[in-house]
Structure formats: C-alpha cells, structure tokens
T-cell receptor
Framework: KNEVEQSPQNLTAQEGEFITINCSYSVGISALHWLQQHPGGGIVSLFMLSSGKKKHGRLIATINIQEKHSSLHITASHPRDSAVYICAVRSNFGNEKLTFGTGTRLTIIP | GAGVSQSPRYKVAKRGQDVALRCDPISGHVSLFWYQQALGQGPEFLTYFQNEAQLDKSGLPSDRFFAERPEGSVSTLKIQRTQQEDSAVYLC???????????FGQGTRLTVV
C-alpha cells in the first residue's frame, strides 16, 4: 500500500462543475502539499497545509489530521484548470523529503 | 531568474552514455531536492541537500547515480552508463528551510535510447 493514495485517478467534468480530489495518507506528517502539474512537467505549489483549511481564489484545500485525509476543491471549474493534481506529504520524523501520490488527471470540458 | 531553473530541458542519451543534469535553485534557498518522475507516476525522492551537505541519498536507485552541490547553490545530478529504465523526468525543488513551501523547476526529460 502506498503511503499516499489519491482518488480519483482520472476525472472529467463539464466547465462550471464543483471538483473534489481526495488524498489519504498513512504516516504522521508535518505538512501536506497540493501541487499542480501541467503537460511539459512543471510543478506549481498550490497549498501547504498542516491543519484546517486554506483558500486561494477558486481553490480550497482542507485537511483532517485525525483521519489522515485531505481534499482539494475547485469551484466553478474552467478548462484552464485541466492538469494533474498531486498530493505530497512531509513526514514528521525530521526527514525533509516529500512523498507523492500518483496524481489525479483532471480534464474540464468546455 | 526568480524561480528554480533546470537544464537541459530535454536530453536524449544513448544507452551507456553519461549525463549531467543541472539545477539552479532560488537564491538563498538552503534545501535542495532531486526527484525522479516516471511516465504516469508521481515523483519519487532521489536525494536531499542542506546547503552543501548531502543529508539523504536513500532514493538514489543505484551507484550509477551521483549528486553534488559543492558550494551550497547549484546542484548537478550525474547518471553514469545510462540505461533505458533511467528514462524519466528529473525534477529539482528548493525551499528556504524545514517545513516550508517547495518550489519546483520545469524538470529535465531524459530519454535513453
């Protein structure tokens, strides 16, 4: 079992729909990151969370430490949101490295 | 530039050739990470530097992989005697210190033929 599991693996939705991507992890963490990766490889950091909820524009990220679960929501989705969304965690054992999920490929159809 | 810069963006190597991939982190960033991303997969950790010290190299898949950051700034990932299974995108990330946001480069796509 991977330390970081994401669902769904693929998601296709119509423009304007509310999108939810889920991330579950099995280790104690000091932080959880949501990242966006467009074709061509570049990764952009969207959020870094250690508790609660963060909002940036149409993006909302929540985390439940007790349940070891995080969600990324996109409101009023747009075709330009089409990308791979990756959840990554940093463990709380002092190791600096990130452990990544395999990503969720989101396609928003106009 | 203001971001993490990697070069080259694309590299095609013949099997058995040595390659060197470069990462210029954000100026002043203490932490530097190398990750390997196979097609359709999430990135996998290779190695981590804090300044010039390589604190963790547990993810390097074999002794053909070597990374250095001699002056605590630019880092080079070297792969000797490349194999087809080395084909991947190699990502570099830097951050200012522990538990802070990581900034990623565009990656180097290595294809071994």
């Amino acid at each position: 079992k991977n330390e970081v599991e994401q669902s769904p693996q693929n998601l296709t939705a119509q423009e304007g729909e509310f999108i939810t991507i889920n991330c579950s992890y099995s280790v104690g963490i000091s932080a959880l990151h949501w990242l966006q990766q467009h074709p061509g490889g570049g990764i952009v950091s969207l959020f870094m969370l250690s508790s609660g909820k963060k909002k940036h524009g149409r993006l909302i990220a929540t985390i439940n430490i007790q349940e070891k679960h995080s969600s990324l929501h996109i409101t009023a989705s747009h075709p330009r949101d089409s990308a791979v969304y990756i959840c990554a965690v940093r463990s709380n054992f002092g190791n600096e490295k990130l452990t990544f999920g395999t990503g969720t490929r989101l396609t928003i159809i106009p | 530039g203001a971001g993490v810069s990697q070069s080259p963006r694309y590299k095609v190597a013949k099997r058995g050739q040595d390659v060197a991939l470069r990462c210029d982190p954000i100026s002043g960033h203490v932490s530097l990470f190398w990750y390997q991303q196979a097609l359709g997969q999430g990135p996998e950790f290779l190695t981590y530097f804090q300044n010039e010290a390589q604190l963790d190299k547990s993810g390097l898949p074999s002794d053909r992989f070597f990374a250095e950051r001699p002056e605590g700034s630019v880092s080079t990932l070297k792969i000797q005697r490349t194999q087809q299974e080395d084909s991947a995108v190699y990502l570099c990330a830097s951050s200012s210190y522990r538990v802070t946001e990581a900034f990623f480069g565009q990656g180097t796509r290595l294809t071994v033929v």
